[in-house]
């Protein structure tokens, strides 16, 4: 019982919890809020594992550039157009809108549907244009 009542051992074992909290914590938010995904990650998810793409953005974004395989949907009828669309709940999907926030925003949503993994593309489409991946009109 000595060993826990030395105070250096006491900042140790506070610096230990504290580190243990702090990796931990980014799986966490993730397991709550759902999976950020880069350019590369989303390309990945569509093109291995067949991941759903749905396009939030105004219509008319939609048809200036579109990521390949994406279907639109408003951000409001997020589940009207998976409803309608039939989706496969088994496959994972990818939500994505200009910057990433309007994603976030509809993934609670997506979740209470019963997809097992919903991604958002971090930084939207404007990321995948920095990418430099390619755009379908």
């Not at 496959?91 to 919903?118: M, N, Q, W, Y």
Request: glycine share 8%; net charge positive; charged share 20%.
């Amino acid at each position: 019982m000595n060993f826990l009542t030395q105070i250096d051992n006491l900042a140790l074992i506070a610096l230990l919890v504290v580190s243990g909290v702090a990796l931990f914590l980014p799986t966490l938010s993730t397991l709550i809020s759902g999976k950020g995904l880069s350019p590369t990650e989303a390309t990945i998810w569509i093109n291995r594992r067949k991941a759903h793409v749905l396009d939030l953005r105004a219509e008319d974004a939609y048809k200036a550039g579109h990521l390949p395989g994406a279907k639109l949907a408003s951000a409001s009828g997020v589940v009207a157009t998976i409803e309608g669309l039939k989706l496969d709940r088994k496959r994972p999907i990818v939500l994505v809108c200009d910057t990433g926030s309007h994603s976030r925003k509809a993934l609670a949503e997506v979740k209470k549907l019963g997809f097992e993994e919903v991604g958002v593309l971090e930084g939207g489409v404007q990321a995948w244009r920095v990418a430099a991946l390619p755009l379908v009109k």
